[in-house]
Each structure stands twice: as structure tokens, then as C-alpha cells.
């Protein structure tokens, strides 16, 4: 996954830590327990499928999907 990291300049409700991209092998998943910041997904292309707090959500091309902060996630590639 490349990161790119930078300095908040412009955004006053808005402070990223860091901005990636990955592509995803089918099967990719990642697991994780509680966090203190937002993840936010944009999905590029393919499907996949999210859990949050034991609620299933299916994702496809040009979705986004959030993961709040304090809250316990898994998600992977189709």
C-alpha cells in the first residue's frame, strides 16, 4: 500500500493522518479492532464486503464506505 503523508494546510474540519491506495488480491481482507479516527474506503473497482459491528454490507465499483472511529471492522475483496 503507498501512503502518501502531508501537512493540513486548507482544512480546518478536516484532518487527515494519511492517504493510500492499495490493490486488492480477491481474498484480501483486514481485521481490526477499535480505532480513534475515521477510515474512509473508496472502491476503485471489484466487490467486496464489509463487517461493522456484526452488520454485513456489500460493496462494489465507485462505492464508498466509512468505518467510525471506536468500532470494531473486517473487510475483504471478492
Do not use: W
Not at 493540513?8 to 494519511?18: C, E, R, S, T, V
Not at 464489509?50 to 462505492?63: A, E, I, R, S
Request: net charge positive; charged share 20%; proline share 5%.
Amino acid at each position: 500500500m503507498a501512503e502518501i503523508f502531508f501537512s493540513n494546510k486548507y482544512f480546518q474540519d478536516l484532518n487527515p493522518l494519511a492517504v493510500g491506495y492499495q490493490k486488492c488480491d480477491p481474498l484480501f481482507f483486514r481485521s481490526m479492532k477499535k480505532v480513534d479516527y475515521y477510515i474512509i474506503h473508496y472502491v476503485l473497482s471489484g466487490t467486496g464486503a464489509f463487517v461493522l459491528d456484526g452488520k454485513l454490507y456489500k460493496v462494489k465499483t465507485n462505492q464508498v464506505f466509512i468505518i467510525p472511529p471506536n468500532t470494531s471492522f473486517f473487510y475483504q475483496a471478492d
